[in-house]
């Protein structure tokens, strides 16, 4: 550039002194031509380097849309990521309270089949105590209905003498024998009589 802007001086100064005219316009057009040559091919590397700088301009151009398309990408995807991270604790909150719901009852249901599995223990300890109760009671009620059978052949053998003996108001010894054997058999209905 500096050699245009220079040129056209020289080409004054060859035509400022007449003096020096055949040799001086010859070394005057081998400048020019040298000047015109050094031109050409400067502004072929002005073109060149022009070319470069549009190739490097499409290129930053095109690098610029592949960042912001990165960028969007990128924004997308934190996007998606903060969302699936939002989810999954929102998921993993939502389990938890689940296993505590799940855990509460657990602990429910266990005190539940405590209390009722001691209930049970407490039933079946009553049930033995009633099943025993219950053949006391049976083996009192034999006994009761012997006592019966036994009264009622006692009261079967009773013969209209045995009546009049027993009513003998001098001496009364059969009257005795009665009494006896009545006392012996209400001590032994009081001796079947069941104690709560």
Avoid at 26 to 46: G, K, P, V, W
Avoid at 50 to 77: F, G, N
Wanted: aromatic content about 6%.
């Amino acid at each position: 550039m500096r050699r245009l802007i220079m040129l056209p001086f020289v080409v004054l100064l060859a035509f400022a002194s007449p003096a020096h005219a055949q040799s001086e316009t010859d070394r005057l057009r081998e400048a020019l031509r040298s000047a015109t040559a050094q031109t050409r091919s400067l502004e072929d590397q002005r073109t060149q380097l022009q070319a470069k700088v549009a190739e490097a301009d499409r290129l930053r151009q095109s690098m610029q849309q592949q960042i912001d398309a990165l960028r969007t990408q990128l924004k997308d995807v934190e996007t998606a990521h903060r969302t699936a991270v939002e989810t999954f604790n929102q998921r993993l909150e939502e389990r938890n309270e689940t296993l505590e719901r799940w855990k509460a009852a657990y602990a429910e249901a266990a005190d539940v089949a405590r209390s009722k599995d001691g209930e049970r223990a407490k039933f079946e300890s009553e049930s033995k105590a009633f099943r025993a109760s219950t053949k006391a009671c049976e083996a009192r009620n034999e006994a009761l209905a012997k006592l019966g059978r036994e009264l009622l052949q006692a009261y079967d053998d009773v013969h209209f003498g045995d009546v009049i003996a027993a009513r003998e108001p001098v001496l009364g010894l059969r009257r005795v024998d009665v009494q006896n054997m009545l006392q012996d058999y209400r001590s032994k209905i009081r001796e079947q009589k069941i104690k709560p």
